[in-house]
């Protein structure tokens, strides 16, 4: 069996599952949000009765983080929604944007999109955050109400994203009929070159097989190529595996994964037990090819869809108006890390924003120093306006005043996962997936830019 | 629930997305609440270009489509996994949806929720069928009738029991995989 197959048969309780077979699949860890939490309670309470019970209320994990900074006032109810649930069910796992339990959240929009507006519960981004607080055990089964849940695969887990009506069966019920997925194996080998990050290897891969060339299929990477892959990076390329349309990515487990899960297991005290899955000798692959990750080059996918791939030194004749950096898939510490080395001692030419998936990734730019300077202020200098309030923001458009929303037809490049029109605000506007360095080069050009002229070469 | 659906079509392309179907301003807007949902249906498809769709499938200030059966292409529903998407267009009046293919996470939100059946055309229809053409389709015959042409769908197999029972739950209860309230 692959590593998908194996996960869903032991969460099955069964010794064997083929491609194709419909399995009730015992859930270890539910995750909801902002825009999907209140309608899965609302089905929760609807279908289970005002006065039920979740399965089990150690393993919800609640995560405000889409619409947070935002005066939408509906958008503010929602997350206080959340916290109205999580005090009748006694669920720990809720990373609340504010500290105290009995105020209401309420955006200060007179204080500004830039400085701190969270308590010290709130996590950011819920895919970065699950990985950080240590909800993201190897050989398990994780179920959350966004499709970038898939990112969780880094670890070693099934993890896949799904509606409020069946999280709301989920939150009753402990358990999901899912239909085992055939799974398409990428052997990645050689490492990633000089200027080229896993942004551009899964670009590249998602324009090999078409953005829907993996639907209703697991999508595999092992090899020793992803052995040489940092947490980082194996979280970026599963994160984008719905991007192909894949219900989950999926990597092996090793002393990397370890040593990441772990550490973030002890700093927050969650449940620490795991066993992560392997693959047998014998897997059958619907799809099975090898990718030399040495051969990758600085990748962008055109407007309208994740598979229009490119590569960037061929597009330097699209100019820009906007350069982004953020969300889930672009937003963590070695994303921002990679920005500034291209940026740092220049001046973007075009309007750059910077949204770090997490609380934490703010405090680590804060702290780590480049010649004497930190990353967040090398990032400022270079004129990235940076905001401490960590979310998913512009990455999804959301209300109008979110941070960085594309609020006319514009063109944007950015270092988030999904460009289908309309997706990070007007929908007569154009946007351009990349890595970050690619990004980083194209704000300081105004155009499609290849990073590897534009980087210190050591 | 009668096997017979009939009504104007409303004609997309390839690879509509849940942005284009409900744009994410619209997700602080929470589909169990009565209102809220409502409101929901008013917006569906509203993030398709106006350049492309002209006509457009709410008529502006109105809640409810005159379009109950939708055509379109490859992908549809692709995107993120938000159930607003499904809830909107049954909200607004759409019945059923006849594509080519269909991303995973929506085709699963239209069986969970029982809101409209994702059905796939044997065959490309959105090439040649028309927006505001009168279609017949006919679920248990597998046909689209649309000016005396008939047109072959693929079997829904066992999503169309959920989908008939009206959702994931309402299915459950019948067959007895959670308890009868």
Redesign the interface.
């Known amino acids: 069996m692959t590593l998908t197959e194996k996960l869903l048969a032991r969460a099955g309780g069964k010794m064997r599952v083929a491609p194709g077979e419909n399995v009730w699949v015992q859930v270890d860890v539910l995750m909801t949000h902002d825009?999907?939490g209140?309608?899965t309670?609302?089905?929760f309470?609807?279908?289970f009765?005002r006065d039920a019970k979740v399965w089990d209320a150690s393993r919800i994990v609640i995560i405000p983080d889409?619409?947070i900074f935002t005066a939408?006032s509906?958008?503010n109810r929602?997350v206080d929604?959340l916290r109205e649930f999580v005090r009748e069910q006694g669920i720990r796992w809720f990373y609340d944007v504010i500290d105290d339990p009995k105020s209401v959240w309420k955006f200060d929009a007179a204080k500004g999109q830039l400085k701190r507006q969270y308590g010290d519960a709130f996590a950011g981004v819920c895919h970065t955050a699950l990985a950080a607080k240590g909800h993201t055990r190897p050989g398990e089964v994780l179920l959350g109400?966004?499709?970038h849940?898939c990112m969780a695969g880094a670890f070693n887990l099934f993890a896949t994203?799904?509606?409020?009506?069946?999280a709301?069966?989920v939150m009753?019920?402990g358990k999901l009929l899912l239909k085992v997925p055939e799974t398409m194996r990428f052997r990645l080998e050689g490492a990633l070159p000089f200027g080229v990050m896993a942004k551009d290897a899964i670009l590249h891969v998602i324009g090999e097989i078409g953005?829907?060339g993996a639907?209703?299929r697991a999508m595999q990477f092992d090899g020793e190529g992803a052995r040489s892959l940092s947490m980082d990076d194996r979280m970026t390329i599963a994160n984008m595996a719905i991007e192909a349309?894949g219900?989950n990515g999926i990597f092996e487990f090793d002393a990397k994964t370890k040593a990441y899960v772990d550490a973030r297991i002890r700093a927050n005290g969650t449940r620490a037990a795991y066993e992560p899955v392997e693959a047998d000798r014998e897997q059958k692959f619907v799809y099975d090819k090898t990718f030399d990750l040495s051969k990758i080059e600085p990748t962008v996918a055109k407007h309208?869809?994740p598979g229009q791939r490119a590569l960037a030194r061929d597009c330097g004749d699209i100019a820009l108006d906007r350069a982004y950096i953020g969300s889930c898939t672009g937003g963590k510490a070695s994303d921002f890390l990679a920005f500034a080395r291209v940026v740092k001692g220049k001046r973007v030419k075009i309007d750059t924003f910077g949204v770090p998936a997490t609380p934490e990734v703010v405090r680590e730019l804060q702290v780590f120093q480049m010649d004497g300077k930190s990353a967040w202020r090398v990032l400022e200098e270079a004129g990235v306006r940076m905001t401490e309030n960590a979310s998913c923001a512009a990455c999804?458009?959301?209300?109008?005043d979110t941070f960085g929303r594309l609020n006319r037809p514009m063109n944007c490049i950015t270092a988030t996962n999904?460009n289908?029109?309309?997706?990070m605000g007007h929908?007569?506007s154009k946007v351009y997936l990349a890595s970050p360095y690619t990004v980083a080069a194209s704000a300081l050009t105004g155009r499609i830019t290849d990073p590897r002229e534009h980087l210190p070469s050591s | 629930m009668s096997t017979i659906l009939e009504g104007a079509l409303y004609v997309m392309r390839d690879n509509v997305d849940t942005d284009q179907i409900i744009p994410a301003q619209y997700l602080n807007l929470v589909p169990t609440i009565p209102e809220e949902y409502e409101k929901l249906g008013g917006y569906a498809l509203i993030g398709l270009s106006e350049a492309q769709h002209p006509e457009r499938f709410i008529a502006p200030g109105e809640l409810k489509t005159r379009y109950p059966l939708l055509i379109a292409g490859r992908n549809f529903g692709c995107g993120s996994s938000r159930e607003h998407a499904p809830i909107a267009l049954g909200a607004a009046g759409a019945q059923a949806v006849i594509a080519e293919s269909y991303a995973r996470i929506f085709f699963r939100n239209c069986v969970a929720t029982g809101e409209l059946y994702p059905i796939e055309s044997a065959v490309r229809l959105c090439d040649t069928l028309k927006t505001g053409q009168i279609g017949r389709l006919d679920l248990d015959a597998g046909t689209l009738v649309v000016e005396g042409v008939i047109h072959r769908l693929k079997p829904l197999g066992e999503a169309r029991p959920v989908i008939d029972a009206g959702g994931l739950f309402k299915y459950a209860r019948r067959n007895h995989l959670i308890p009868v309230r």
């Open positions: 825009v999907c209140p309608g309670i609302g089905v309470h609807r279908e009765g889409h619409y939408d509906r958008s929602n929604l109400t966004d499709s849940t994203g799904i509606g409020n009506t069946d709301g069966f009753g019920t953005f829907d639907t209703y349309g219900k309208p869809d999804l458009g959301g209300p109008e999904r289908f029109p309309g997706r929908k007569d």
